[in-house]
C-alpha cells in the first residue's frame, strides 16, 4: 500500500519533520495539532481559545484528507494541566456526536510553542 500525505493551509504548517497527516488506504493519520492559527502561526490565547483551535485545526485536516471529524474513530488529546478535561469535553460536544470517537487523555508537562493543549487523531474513510 502506497502513502499519500495530506496538507492544507487551512491549519498550521508542520513545524517539524512530520506532515500534517497521511493516508495508506482507508486509514488517515493525522499528526497532533497545537493551537496556532495557521494564517499566523501564532498560538492563540488561553486555554479556551486554544481548544476550539486545536478542534478547527483537525477538522480541516481531517476535511483535506477527503473526510470529517465524523470519521475520526480515535482521538488522543495532551493536556498541560488535566484540570482542563472537562473544557476539552464541553467543546469536543461541539465538534463530535455520537457515536464518539475511542479517546485517551494524557496529562504531560509540557507541550511545543507552549501549548496547553494538544490533540491528534485517526481516521477510517472505508
Known sequence: ??????????APAAIGTY???VRVGDTVYLSGQ???????????????AQIVR???????????AG???ADVVKLNVFL???GNFAKVNETMAKYFSEPFPARAAVGVKELPRGALVEA?????LG
Request: proline share 4%.
Open 80 to 82: 498541560t494541566d488535566l
Open 54 to 64: 486545536v478542534f478547527d485545526n483537525l477538522k480541516a485536516v481531517a476535511e483535506a
Open 67 to 69: 473526510g470529517s471529524l
Open 19 to 21: 506532515s500534517q497527516a
Open 1 to 10: 500500500m502506497s502513502k499519500t500525505i495530506i496538507a492544507t493551509p487551512h
Open 34 to 48: 497545537i493551537g496556532l492559527d495557521p494564517a499566523s502561526m501564532q498560538m492563540v490565547d488561553g486555554i479556551d
Open 120 to 124: 491528534d487523531a485517526v481516521m477510517y
